[in-house]
């Protein structure tokens, strides 16, 4: 029971880190649907640097480190493109997750099938990305940066007229977004599985940007919601061949559960939590 | 520097502004050409003389347009309508699959076979748009998050199904189906894989359905609710019903996409990577390009044909990843979408 728990948090850190990502961009009213090309970019850098900082002990801050750049120049993009270009945001994301994904897997190439010997350990991140959540929700509802942050979100017109930069806030919460979602891609490629293969993210990211929906944009439930998601994967693990249901049925089934997870969401009418201005560009002088 | 709002841009001004953004994106894969150790003239030049100059380049590009000439003509109307459908890759595979379930184990006249595979595709495709498009207009769940998740979910099935309960007898190792028989293969032109039936309904489908958007009710429906759905509301035109349309067309024309590439190609169920190389998602550039117009898809379509067919020159000879199409997608419609700015304003130098 505890072994499974702790199983469960492993699988989740991940998408925790990508989710609070996710929740941070959507609070400031900017829907990233790049989550999964940031990933795999963070996957990659993170890997390429650890190797090739020195086979057998490469250097795993620099590693991180490297991750998080990669997230956030990768953000950078979204952010110019939807917030000064005022670009379609769903369809940036989804441009920059074919361009992350893609480029990822172009340049990764020479990294496929090499062994990373020394692998960090997961604790720090698991901790880490808990202790993320709980910060996220105090400077969200008790600072100051906090309810710039939600009001660019919720009406940036007010917030403009009181005086607080929508694009640089904007630009400041798609940047750290990024940055966590490189963050979770380095966790796959440097703990989970210290190795690179292309696609290694299998959906993961898509997962994290359905979950920000479930937990209703509150960091505090997406711990939950990832431990959730997270005893999903270990129980798909555990079950495969130990039962006479084919092992498709489990590979497909945390994707049907994030299907059930928003029709139910749906349901209980959670879209209205949602920030009031998310997705749509703001341009001065319009209403 | 500031911009100029425009009320309605010209056509010169449109057509300007796309091959800007196209240009910008060429240079900036070529600087990924320059990151992976490529000379980006030599990449683009191998791309270009091996498709445009040759023969077989030729029946290459046309091969790879049908699929996106019949997805990206249904998601011009899906994106005019502001149905984000991003599953066109399983409503493909359900397609196949559809229509594999009928050529292999539905006992039709040969003459009715084919047709009936294409029924079939096409409802297997249009049954799995739907269900997104129901949980859009019920619960208002993001059509986006569940067609993708679709997606992963038929690429688990048709492994299952090849793998499993329709494994072929001959397949021994490997995980496909049986063959289809001789009269459930489509036509192709002869000494090519180009199956030209679907394309010429890929052809009639673009101009019809640019008739129907532009000439009927449904499609002045379609339009108002995607360009102004408070309009819409007011002129007692049911949303919930126009998403209905779009998700029915749309799934089914990705649909009839799969069962070309088995009747046409393949001539078996195969694994889903085989089956699409990420057509779903190339289509979305095509229809992306097109600015909703779907007659115009038909230049559209071998645009990303020949990008197709470069990148699997450019794995051939120069050993690298096919993967690069997905670069080139996505930088293309980043230059795009970023580029649209420029149709709505005039830049105005000075104050």
């Known amino acids: ?287 | 520097m500031r911009l100029e709002p425009l009320a309605n841009p010209s056509r010169s001004r449109v057509l300007g502004v796309t091959l800007a953004a196209l240009g910008v994106a060429f240079v900036l894969v070529g600087g990924l050409f320059a990151a992976y150790g490529l000379n980006p003239l030599e990449a683009y030049r191998a791309m270009l003389s091996g498709t445009l100059l040759d023969a077989k380049g030729w029946q290459e590009i046309l091969r790879r347009s049908i699929p996106l000439l019949l997805i990206g003509v249904g998601l011009t109307l899906a994106f005019r309508t502001q149905y984000f459908n991003i599953g066109a890759e399983g409503q493909l595979l359900l397609g196949a699959v559809w229509a594999a379930g009928v050529a292999l184990f539905m006992p039709l006249p040969p003459w009715l076979s084919l047709p009936g595979m294409a029924l079939a595709g096409a409802l297997g495709g249009a049954l799995w748009c739907l269900v997104a498009a129901w949980l859009k207009s019920r619960l208002s769940v993001n059509e986006i998050l569940t067609t993708l998740m679709l997606n992963y979910v038929a690429q688990s099935l048709v492994i299952f199904l090849i793998n499993g309960p329709w494994k072929g007898r001959d397949a021994r190792g490997y995980i496909y189906s049986d063959r289809f028989a001789e009269y459930q293969q489509l036509a192709v032109l002869p000494g090519t894989n180009v199956h030209w039936p679907t394309l010429l309904l890929g052809v009639l489908l673009a101009l019809g359905l640019q008739w129907l958007l532009t000439r009927t009710t449904l499609g002045f429906r379609m339009r108002v609710v995607g360009e102004n759905p408070e309009a819409a509301r007011y002129l007692g035109i049911s949303g919930v019903r126009v998403v209905l349309w779009v998700a029915l067309i749309t799934g089914g024309l990705a649909g009839l996409a799969g069962v070309g590439e088995i009747a046409g190609i393949h001539h078996r169920l195969i694994e889903p990577g085989q089956l699409s190389s990420g057509y779903g998602f190339t289509a979305i550039i095509v229809a992306w390009l097109a600015r909703g117009n779907p007659a115009l898809v038909l230049l559209t379509a071998p645009l990303m044909g020949l990008i197709l067919a470069g990148g699997d020159l450019l794995k051939v000879s120069l050993n690298m990843p096919f993967r690069i199409v997905d670069v080139f997608s996505g930088v293309m419609l980043l230059c795009l979408i970023g580029s649209e700015i420029f149709l709505r304003n005039r830049l105005r130098w000075g104050r």
């Not at chain 1, 994030?258 to 209980?268: E, T």
Request: hydrophobic residues 55%.
């Open chain 1, 1 to 287: 029971m505890l072994n499974a728990l702790a199983r469960a948090l492993s699988f989740g850190t991940p998408l925790l880190l990508a989710c609070l990502g996710a929740i941070l961009n959507e609070r400031a009213g900017v829907v990233n649907l790049g989550v999964e090309g940031m990933m795999a970019l963070g996957a990659l850098a993170g890997f390429a640097v650890a190797f090739g900082s020195g086979v057998g002990d490469g250097n795993l801050w620099l590693a991180v480190l490297a991750a998080l750049g990669a997230g956030t120049l990768a953000a950078f993009l979204h952010a110019f493109v939807t917030i000064t270009l005022q670009a379609n945001q769903f369809v940036s994301g989804l441009a920059l997750t074919m361009l992350g994904l893609g480029s990822a897997g172009l340049l990764g190439k020479r990294f496929e099938g090499q062994p990373l010997f020394n692998q960090p350990p997961e604790w720090p991140f698991t901790l880490g990305a808990i202790g993320l959540a709980v910060l996220l929700g105090l400077v969200f509802y008790a600072t100051k940066l906090g309810l710039s942050l939600r009001s660019v979100g919720e009406n940036p017109a007010a917030a403009d007229l009181l005086g607080i930069n929508v694009s640089a806030v904007r630009y400041g919460a798609v940047a750290v977004g990024g940055a966590l979602a490189g963050l979770a891609g380095a966790y796959l490629s440097l703990v989970y599985r210290p190795s690179w293969t292309d696609g290694m993210t299998a959906g993961l990211g898509w997962i994290a940007v359905a979950l920000v929906i479930f937990v209703g944009w509150s960091p505090l439930r997406a711990i939950f919601g990832a431990v959730f998601f997270g005893l999903l994967y270990y129980l798909q693990f555990r079950l495969q061949g130990q039962s006479p249901i084919p092992s498709e049925v489990f590979a497909s089934l945390p994707y049907l559960l994030v299907i059930l997870v928003l029709a139910l969401s749906g349901l209980r009418g959670q879209q209205g939590n949602a920030p009031e201005a998310l997705g749509r560009p703001y341009r001065r002088g319009e209403r």
